[in-house]
């Protein structure tokens, strides 16, 4: 058996699992494009189909806002002199704990088209973050639960280069979703945000410089319970409002970095999926009877070490300064 995981120019990387001396292994082969596209047609008549959803409308006056809330960006910084390391972005997004594919083959003319596990809507929110230099601030992962045992458990693969090395919080709702809180957000600025900016005013002496967080108009994040918190704790951190649904023309996270991560983990998902599919071939189960692992304990632990191969896929300055001068 066999699964498309990427596409290189004219050439096709194929996940195969096959059997070696009695037990099953994960190996690639490379095709080439023009035989694979001529076999799924051919052989097997089938076209690539993508799941499709609406578009947000950007506001009509979309030059006037962007132009607008560019020259408050240079108002800003050039009147308190901010170099590049104290503007720092931040973003969340969903993460799925089935994170396959939107897309898939099946035959020409197919009126429902289904991907395994695209109906799975259980997830968590991460909070992804990035300065104008380049730098990747740390990830906070939040997951629905009411107590410490809703978290990843110290057991997980990567926790201990997750927690100690990247710093990365994990934290709980104290609610039956994931979504970002007050309270949430307010450990982001104390634990991540806030020490970020204190480490390089002071290896920079300059204890005094006011320094931007950019992020989205969302409720929470424009809240007078928030936005006085702020004032009155951090006032030399200033909101930037990201325009409402212009995310994807002028958030750096959300314009080049979330599709890097997003892709990173899929793969280590797929990885994940692939390497526990090898277990249970190699205790004898058949192809067919392999179930697909959703407990949530499981998965929520797996999901550690995807964060961290997507930190370290988007831990790269050239690639968050080039997402950051597309702004």
């Not at 110290?154 to 280069?161: C, Q, T």
């Not at 969302?218 to 951190?237: D, G, K, Q, T």
């Not at 892709?263 to 599919?277: E, G, K, M, Q, W």
Request: aromatic letters at 12%.
């Amino acid at each position: 058996m066999g699964i498309i995981t990427s596409k290189a120019p004219e050439m096709f990387n194929v996940t195969v699992i096959r059997k070696v001396h009695g037990k099953y292994v994960w190996d690639h082969f490379h095709c080439h494009d023009s035989f694979v596209r001529n076999f799924v047609k051919k052989e097997l008549k089938w076209s690539f189909r993508h799941t499709t959803r609406p578009g947000k409308k950007v506001p009509v006056n979309i030059e006037e806002i962007l132009t607008d809330s560019f020259l408050r960006f240079v108002w800003t910084i050039s009147n308190f002199k901010i170099l590049a390391v104290f503007l720092v972005n931040s973003d969340q997004t969903l993460i799925y704990y089935t994170a396959g594919a939107e897309e898939t083959y099946a035959v020409t003319g197919s009126k429902q088209v289904e991907v395994v596990g695209k109906d799975e809507q259980r997830g968590f929110t991460l909070m992804v973050g990035v300065s104008m230099s380049g730098a990747v601030l740390p990830f906070q992962a939040i997951y629905s639960g009411k107590s410490p045992a809703s978290l990843p458990t110290s057991a997980a693969p990567s926790y201990s280069k997750a927690t100690e090395d990247l710093k990365f919080r994990f934290e709980y709702s104290k609610s039956d979703n994931h979504w970002s809180t007050i309270e949430t957000m307010k450990s982001y600025v104390t634990n991540i945000l806030a020490p970020y900016f204190e480490f390089h005013r002071k290896n920079l002496n300059l204890p005094n410089q006011i320094c931007i967080w950019q992020i989205d108009c969302w409720s929470v994040h424009r809240s007078l319970e928030f936005r006085s918190w702020m004032a009155a704790e951090y006032p030399w951190i200033w909101i930037h409002f990201v325009p409402a649904n212009c995310t994807g023309l002028f958030q750096p996270c959300d314009v080049g970095i979330q599709r890097v991560l997003k892709l990173a983990v899929r793969r280590s998902a797929l990885s994940s999926i692939v390497d526990h599919t090898m277990y249970q071939l190699n205790k004898g189960i058949s192809p067919g009877q392999i179930p697909f692992e959703k407990r949530l304990p499981v998965v929520r632990n797996r999901s550690v070490e995807w964060l961290v191969n997507a930190y370290e896929a988007i831990n790269n300055q050239e690639l968050v300064q080039k997402v950051v001068s597309l702004i």
